[in-house]
């Protein structure tokens, strides 16, 4: 059958340059090939087939050219239309990951400016004791509640039973470390007497539990 010829459906029946352009997107599609290697055909094709005659035949490649040079230029356009499609992909997927980032980070900062009072006390035992990471009862509801609004995140696997409840250490996660302040947290800068009984008495039942455990077994004698 001659190229270009119709076929008794009445359809144009594909040339065999477009049949031989099918079969070798299909067989690199097949194979399923990284990037790297892609590009590792679509280069030394494209050199091949954009290089002048008097190059070629330094190298004593004019001769497997001039036979070769179709399937090569569909190998170079094929090749090189891969890496196209992977790259309009990858930044597509970029842009993406950075949109959805930035909207995760502004649904979290909106989540720590709405804090309620007694999540607010929860985050001042970290100011409270002076440390990044704090040891917190996971399974009370005010810090599963700061867990699930991805305020603070547990940053180890060992767990203690105490009176307070078990207990993980946990941190203020960094996106928001920032917005947490002692002024936020209504911890004034140069407490009183008064202030500090005050910050005291709110702290939660749980934790002078867990203070009381801690002094009672990992106290240093």
């Known amino acids: 059958m001659l190229e270009g010829e119709i076929t008794m459906q009445g359809k144009l029946a594909p040339s065999s340059r477009e049949m031989s352009m099918t079969w070798i997107s299909d067989v690199l599609s097949a194979l399923k090939l990284p990037p790297k290697v892609v590009a590792g055909i679509a280069i030394p094709s494209g050199v091949l087939v954009l290089a002048r005659d008097s190059w070629l035949a330094q190298f004593g490649l004019d001769a497997f050219m001039f036979f070769a040079r179709p399937y090569v230029s569909l190998v170079f356009i094929v090749a090189s239309s891969i890496l196209l499609v992977e790259s309009l992909v990858y930044a597509r997927n970029c842009a ?3 949109l959805k980032h930035r909207r995760s980070l502004a649904k979290l900062n ?37 867990i699930q609004k991805g305020i603070i995140q547990q940053v180890g696997q060992l767990g203690e039973r105490t009176g307070g ?57």
């Not at 929860?122 to 399974?139: A, C, H, N, Y």
């Open 110 to 146: 909106e989540r720590a400016d709405a804090l309620d009072p007694a999540e607010l006390i929860v985050l001042r035992e970290f100011f409270i004791q002076g440390q990044s990471t704090v040891k917190l009862p996971m399974d009370q509801p005010v810090v599963a509640g700061l």
């Open 96 to 98: 993406s990951a950075k």
């Open 165 to 221: 409840g078990m207990t993980f250490p946990f941190r203020i996660r960094d996106e928001v470390v920032h917005k947490i302040t002692p002024e936020m947290l209504g911890l004034p800068a140069n407490p009183t007497d008064q202030d500090r009984k005050r910050i005291v008495s709110e702290r939660p039942q749980y934790m002078m539990s867990i203070q009381r455990h801690d002094e009672l077994f990992h106290s240093r004698w």
